[in-house]
T-cell receptor, first 115, second 114 residues
Framework: GDSVTQMEGPVTLSEEAFLTINCTYT??????LFWYVQYPGEGLQLLLK?????DKGSNKGFEATYRKETTSFHLEKGSVQVSDSAVYFC??????????????FGKGTLLTVNP | NAGVTQTPKFQVLKTGQSMTLQCAQD?????MSWYRQDPGMGLRLIHY???????DQGEVPNGYNVSRSTTEDFPLRLLSAAPSQTSVYFC?????????????FGPGTRLTVL
């Protein structure tokens, strides 16, 4: 079945440091890939997405590129802020059009950014 | 729009008790889902619905029932709570955007079963 593996946390960085959170996936077809963020005490919010190979998703300074050859979707940000402290989830959905409504999640990575 | 709302925010049950977690959305989304979040496990799909009157099982359905009588509401029922059901429960609704479903999550219900 489908699965998502992301780097274990927690990750602790200083403000303005470079962030990478690794994510690899296993899927039978051509999945869509997502990064979700969960701020303390809140539900998950979609951060960015990519639907096909070589697509780059970006939002709020975060980027991730869909790499089919390495089955990866690593999250990066050039300069993190204290407000980026949260849990980050990599996820995938399979199927096309209206059938890709079920998400498979990684275990999440806790990021703490210190001032 | 209120988005996806869930009640209650917190609940403590004793083993064997029953309860219903409420979920509602005002975005007219056809697709709704329930997930549970456990430490070190990510989110796992419990049940989902592709429209009013249609539900199906996800990855971890045992011990939970759902129904979808309206587009807006998707309650999750625990018939006989067990300590293994201690978790944070998230409801989500989704809309097709750019060929993929974008999921909107509620704030969660933290359930403790003693």
């Amino acid at each position: 079945g489908d699965s998502v593996t992301q780097m274990e946390g927690p990750v602790t960085l200083s403000e303005e440091a470079f962030l990478t959170i690794n994510c690899t996936y296993t899927a039978t077809g051509y999945p869509s890939l997502f990064w979700y963020v969960q701020y303390p005490g809140e539900g998950l919010q979609l951060l960015l997405k990519a639907t096909k190979a070589d697509d780059k998703g970006s939002n709020k300074g975060f980027e991730a590129t869909y790499r089919k050859e390495t089955t990866s979707f690593h999250l990066e940000k050039g300069s993190v802020q204290v407000s980026d402290s949260a849990v980050y989830f990599c996820a995938l959905s399979e199927g096309s059009g209206g059938s890709n409504y079920k998400l498979t999640f990684g275990k999440g990575t806790l990021l703490t950014v210190n001032p | 729009n209120a988005g996806v709302t869930q009640t209650p925010k917190f609940q403590v049950l004793k083993t064997g008790q029953s309860m219903t977690l409420q979920c509602a959305q005002d975005m007219n989304h056809e697709y709704m889902s329930w997930y549970r979040q456990d430490p070190g496990m990510g989110l796992r799909l419990i049940h989902y619905s592709v429209g009013a009157g249609i539900t199906d099982q996800g990855e971890v359905p045992n011990g939970y029932n759902v129904s979808r009588s309206t587009t807006e509401d998707f309650p999750l029922r625990l018939l006989s709570a067990a300590p293994s059901q201690t978790s944070v429960y998230f409801c989500a609704s989704s809309v097709l955007a750019g060929g993929v479903h974008e999921q909107f999550f509620g704030p969660g219900t933290r359930l403790t079963v003693l």
